[in-house]
């Protein structure tokens, strides 16, 4: 996640009717730009606006198609899934919860290794192609 989940942020991209509907349709199953264009009856830069914040916060994560023709398209799909505010002592607590799948995981805790190490985790592993498998 590329942004804090602070109350101020989070209103602000759900203040946004083009962002709910885009949640609320990529809920179901994943859409192209341009089917959220015609979902949500906004200009598609408004819509890629949206989708860009969206994918920035964690909301939406996006998919590359490869066609049967070949060419390639991108798919959203919501990884949101529920946000709760408590109001508490002067203050807001925010609790944002995003669906991540196994896959998805494992690679952000990958990334998040690397980053520590200061460097790529690739370097820090032995080369065990040029090894023969050993029968047991």
Same mark, same amino acid.
Request: hydrophobic share 35%; charged share 30%.
């Given at each position: 996640?590329?942004? *804090?989940?602070?109350?101020?942020? &989070? ?9 709910? #509907? &885009? ?10 730009? %341009?089917? /959220?264009? *015609?979902?949500?009856?906004?200009? @598609?830069?408004? &819509? ?11 909301? @939406? ?12 398209? %991108? *798919?959203?799909?919501?990884? @949101? *899934?529920?946000?709760?505010? #408590?109001? $508490?002592?002067?203050? /807001? ?5 995003? #669906? %991540?799948?196994?896959? !998805? %995981? /494992?690679?952000? @805790? /990958? #990334? ?14 032995? !080369? ?6 050993? $029968?047991?």
């Amino acid at each position: 996640m590329s942004n *804090q989940w602070d109350p101020g942020g &989070i209103f602000e991209v759900l203040a946004s009717e083009e962002s709910r #509907r &885009i949640l609320a349709a990529a809920s179901v199953r994943s859409l192209s730009a %341009k089917e /959220f264009e *015609q979902i949500c009856d906004a200009s @598609l830069p408004t &819509i890629y606006r949206r989708i860009s914040v969206l994918v920035e916060y964690d909301m @939406l994560s996006e998919e590359q198609i490869v066609d049967t023709d070949g060419s390639h398209s %991108k *798919q959203y799909a919501t990884d @949101l *899934q529920e946000v709760n505010v #408590r109001v $508490e002592d002067g203050d /807001f607590t925010l609790n944002v919860e995003i #669906r %991540k799948d196994a896959v !998805d %995981k /494992f690679g952000e @805790l /990958f #990334r998040d290794l690397g980053e520590g190490h200061g460097g790529s985790v690739e370097a820090d592993l032995p !080369d065990l192609s040029s090894e023969s498998p050993t $029968e047991e």
